[in-house]
T-cell receptor
């Protein structure tokens, strides 16, 4: 069955880099997404990557895609307290989004 | 541009009662989604509309859940009767197109339902 997997928690020190990992299942997924959910707020698209790319960089965010291993990662450079949130990985399968359970990013001062 | 609106933001009911949620998508968005998000899990799609037609409702518990999209714009999701396991956040999302690979969905703030 379809299953997108992520670690539930990640704790990093302020100023360090955060790396959130995800494995997905549908090798035909054309787009993969990272959404951010802050407390009391809706899900917000953070970034996405097209399946023919290995890497995408957008300011402090770097997305890496390994299609062979069906592995996706999100790196946040210079992590700030405002980055505290739950990060969801999602794959586009049959024109629907299949979601992971989310990784809660905890920032230590 | 106004975002996706949902109401109410919070609702507490007793089991076996009924409840309804309302969603107003972004103007012009053809596709509307209702998701159920249980604490500690990712969103689970309940139903997807394109304009006022249902595209996918395979995960909607039809014995107690119903949804409609009025005139292809606003939508309501109803639970009747509610069970304890329905306690969750109900998210509404919209996107401009359907049936395309790139599918950015815009989410509302959600309605947090507690069933006692």
């Amino acid at each position: 069955g379809e299953d997108v997997e992520q670690s539930l928690f990640l704790s990093v020190r302020e100023g360090d880099s955060s790396v959130i990992n995800c494995t997905y299942t549908d090798s035909s997924s054309t787009y993969l997404y990272w959404y951010k959910q802050e407390p009391g707020a809706g899900l917000q698209l953070l970034t996405y990557i097209f399946s023919n790319m290995d890497m995408k960089q957008d300011q402090r965010l770097t997305v890496l895609l390994n299609k062979k291993d069906k592995h996706l990662s999100l790196r946040i450079a210079d992590t700030q307290t405002g980055d505290s949130a739950i990060y969801f990985c999602a794959e586009n399968s049959n024109y629907q989004l299949i979601w992971g359970a989310g990784t809660k990013l905890i920032i230590k001062p | 541009e106004a975002g996706v609106a949902q109401s109410p933001r919070y609702k507490i009911i007793e089991k076996r009662q009924s409840v309804a949620f309302w969603c107003n998508p972004i103007s012009g968005h053809a596709t509307l989604y209702w998701y159920q998000q249980i604490l500690g899990q990712g969103p689970k799609l309940l139903i997807q509309f394109q304009n006022n037609g249902v595209v996918d409702d395979s995960q909607l518990p039809k014995d107690r859940f119903s949804a409609e999209r009025l005139k292809g714009v606003d939508s309501t999701l109803k639970i009747q009767p509610a069970k304890l396991e329905d306690s969750a956040v109900y998210l509404c999302a919209s996107s401009p197109l359907a049936g395309v690979s790139y599918n950015e969905q815009f989410f509302g703030p959600g309605t947090r339902l507690t069933v006692l």
